[in-house]
């Protein structure tokens, strides 16, 4: 089993945690409150390319350790399209 031996890996991925939660974070006032639903949907397609990248990365390191992200994973594709229907019907 491989593992995040280097600074480099470390810090790579405190950054994509740190962008995933940033994302995250903006997307609910972005789309509940400002009610930007474009923009919204730009942050969480980035989310879930940023949390699509780190499940099939760190597959092979994490194992079945990664399967765990693997329901937000699927409920990001969901809110994806919910938002892109909502973007695409109003």
Do not use: E
């Not at 994302?23 to 919204?40: D, E, G, M, Q």
């Not at 980035?46 to 399967?67: E, H, N, P, Q, T």
């Amino acid at each position: 089993m491989a593992s995040l031996t280097t600074a480099t890996d470390s810090r790579f991925v405190y950054v994509l945690f740190l962008i995933q939660v940033l994302l995250n974070v903006s997307w609910n006032p972005l789309f509940f409150r400002y009610h930007f639903v474009f923009f919204a949907l730009l942050v969480i397609a980035a989310l879930l390319l940023v949390v699509g990248f780190f499940l099939f990365r760190y597959l092979r390191i994490m194992d079945w350790k990664s399967l765990l992200i693997l329901p937000y994973f699927l409920w990001l594709i969901i809110a994806t399209s919910l938002n892109a229907y909502i973007l695409i019907k109003n």
